[in-house]
């Protein structure tokens, strides 16, 4: 199992994903995002939706509020990307007030393309939402306490 510690703050998230939380993923890009909310109680995140990055910028605020979130978990895919998305991520906290961490998404878009694929969607609508979809699974492995390739 490959340990994601430095990729999110050292906390005891088995025992913190057993509290009562709303909880926002996020896979980020610099032209989309996917958005998943995810249910701490329930072990459960759904997609959300796609939004362009300049309106994530517009709506995040509001995107917080209407869905109680407490907590705000970004994909970081161990590459490339990462400082541009911590980052985001510091900034993100900044103007939010809202804690965040950081999670290994490490291949969720390739499991979001197949479980859409799996789903029987047209091509069209898979790349609309695959998006929202990897945010959801990322968020998915982060609720059950576990890395992504466990």
Known sequence: MRSSGHLHEKVDRKSEVNKDMKILGIDYGRTK???AVGDTVLKLA???QVLTSSKFKVQSSK???ENAIEKIVIGVPGGKMDVEIKEFGAG???ETGVRVEFFDETLTT???QQLLIISGRKRKLRKEKEDAVAA???LQYYLEG???DD
């Open 92 to 94: 993100l906290k900044k």
């Open 136 to 138: 959801a699974i990322m």
């Open 46 to 48: 759904e997609p959300l």
């Open 146 to 148: 576990r890395d992504n």
């Open 63 to 65: 995107l917080l509020a």
């Open 33 to 35: 995002m996917g958005i």
């Open 110 to 112: 390739q499991d979001a």
